[in-house]
């Protein structure tokens, strides 16, 4: 019976193995489905929409072929589109029925003689990433509908028109791999089934009756035996033994084959898991109508990246036009001044480079048009020191250049949303904070001015401002030191005035905002009698940037104050707090009659 059971086991093994492998061969069906994507017009750029890229769900592994570079990038639909409006380009969508359309896209006629803007694809701010290889590039994406590729070769030759999207078919075999174990479970079952059959054989060949008595025996003689009897040996020859053990050893090795197919992919089987249970987070209520973040983590991260090599780069140069490409407002004029310093005094450093570092914070402004700017915060963890930057864009096709950049103070916080949430731009007259943007400059330079005596002091905190107390300190030993030699025949005199430069102001979670602006202090030596003159010749800097050494009218020496702070809304009861500043020398001056 164990016999049958054996054979019966061998049996039901053999059909699951089978049953299993051909889950994973004949019946298994395509892993991919690819959709070749037909160009029949000559353009410059392709775009293929996020519709076409998610009309199968799964990734999306993205082909093309063509001769020489190609070039490909994605990023929001809205910015590429924005970004291909003055150029020919062929876009691709789906149609109401789910099937593709081409369609070609003129670029705007110019007026007479002018000649359209060269594009270069390649490093743009708005890519969220890009790609380049030659001849074929293949890359595997996971897009959501609101983002598209683009796809070129540099911007003035035909794009590669040959393109190809695959899609996992989402194929498994769930049972593929139980089946394969388990009938090798089996088979082990059938092989211990045999085994026992066998012994139980062995032990059952004697004789079943009693047997009949033995007759008498006498003694033989070899001698005369030996010579006509052969010698028979019970012991199995070498080749007897090792044809069973090669019966048995064929099932497991079938088994092992079976075991070895089955592979360690897990769509070979069941996934009996549970649904894992959310992790509670903070809520953070979007607004309706608010647009997408300006960039994402990563894209920031890049463009930091970006800013500070080419400003690096500019600093090594001292190549005022080479920063103006990633720096602008007091950023870009305190290196301008910094650059005519050095090239004219051998022992003038270089200002602080910019930081590129991993970003602790991104706040970019949720906003689809522009300008449009983003806050970071850089974290040095050798000097433990942060700081804060400013960024902005004007258009599609132009680089984010740094406005502002400041030292946060020590145990600075910041109640901002997520990067992917963005913060909306508050407009610089909003009556809804303590005070509007456009008046922090003036009413933080009238307390410096003042001091306790400004109208404005209870509008700030004075117990988290370092920067104030530094300025207070400042002018009280240079007033001092200057009272020792030049009391009788000078005067020197401070003030600060609200700069230039626009703020910048992005909303925080408690409707407060961050508000970037700049301020100039300037210290002005005027000679107090006719007769008297102000001379220079022991403050190089002065000398070099007034371009004389001596004034009768005296001397304006001017510092920019880049300026960081929390205001706070018009309904809270804190002040606003001040979170971090740079200050750099801007200008000196001859003072004009």
Known sequence: MRFVWAVAAFVLATLMIGAGIAQRTVFQGPETESQAIEIDETAPYILVDGSVLNSHRGAQTFRARGDGEIFAAYGRTNDMTQWLATSDHVRVTLDDDGELSTSFVAAPALPEGEEPAALTPSGSDLWLDEFQQEDVLVTSLQLPEDMSMLVAADGVQPAPSRLTLTWPTGVTTPWAGPLIVGGCIVMAAGIVLYILGLRHARRSRGPRRKGLPLTPTEPIDLAVEGADKGVISATPTRRQLSAGKRAFALVPALAVSALLFTGCTADAWPQLGGTPTPTPSETVIVPDGQGQPAVTETQAQRIVTRIAEQVAKADEAQ?????????????????????????????????????????????????????????????????????????????????????????????????????????????????????????????????????????????????????????????????????????????????????????????????????????????????????????????????????????????????????????PAQSSSESIRFLGYSSNILSAKVVKK
Do not use: C, H
Request: glycine fraction near 4%.
């Open 319 to 567: 190549d005022a036009d080479a920063a103006a490409t990633r720096l602008a407002g007091p950023a870009l004029a305190e290196r301008r001044t910094n650059y005519k310093l050095r090239a004219k005094l051998d022992d003038q450093p270089a200002l602080d480079p910019i930081p590129s570092g991993a970003l602790s914070i991104v706040l970019p402004q949720a906003f689809d048009g522009w300008p449009r700017t983003f806050m970071a915060v850089v974290d040095d963890p050798q000097d433990k020191q942060s700081t804060i930057m400013a960024m902005s864009q004007e258009d599609a096709w132009a680089d984010y250049k740094l406005t502002y950049i400041a030292n946060l103070a020590a145990d600075t916080s910041m109640n901002v949303a997520p990067a992917y949430v963005g913060a909306t731009a508050v407009e610089p007259n909003s009556p809804f904070l303590v005070l509007p943007p456009d008046q922090v400059a003036a009413a933080y330079a009238d307390i410096l001015n003042k001091g306790d005596d400004s109208e404005f002091t209870s509008f700030f905190d004075e117990a988290t401002d370092t920067f104030r107390a530094e300025v207070a300190k400042d002018r009280a030993d240079r007033l001092e030191q200057f009272n020792k030699t030049g009391q009788k025949t000078g005067k020197l005199s401070f003030a600060a005035t609200a700069g230039e430069q626009a703020p910048v102001a992005l909303a925080t979670l408690d409707s407060g905002a961050i508000v970037a602006v700049t301020i100039n202090e300037s210290d002005t030596v005027t000679p107090t009698n006719d007769d008297a003159v102000i001379k220079v010749d022991s403050n190089p800097i002065v000398k070099t940037l007034a371009g004389v050494t001596q004034s009768a009218t005296g001397f304006t020496t001017t510092f920019a104050d880049q300026l960081f702070f929390f205001v």
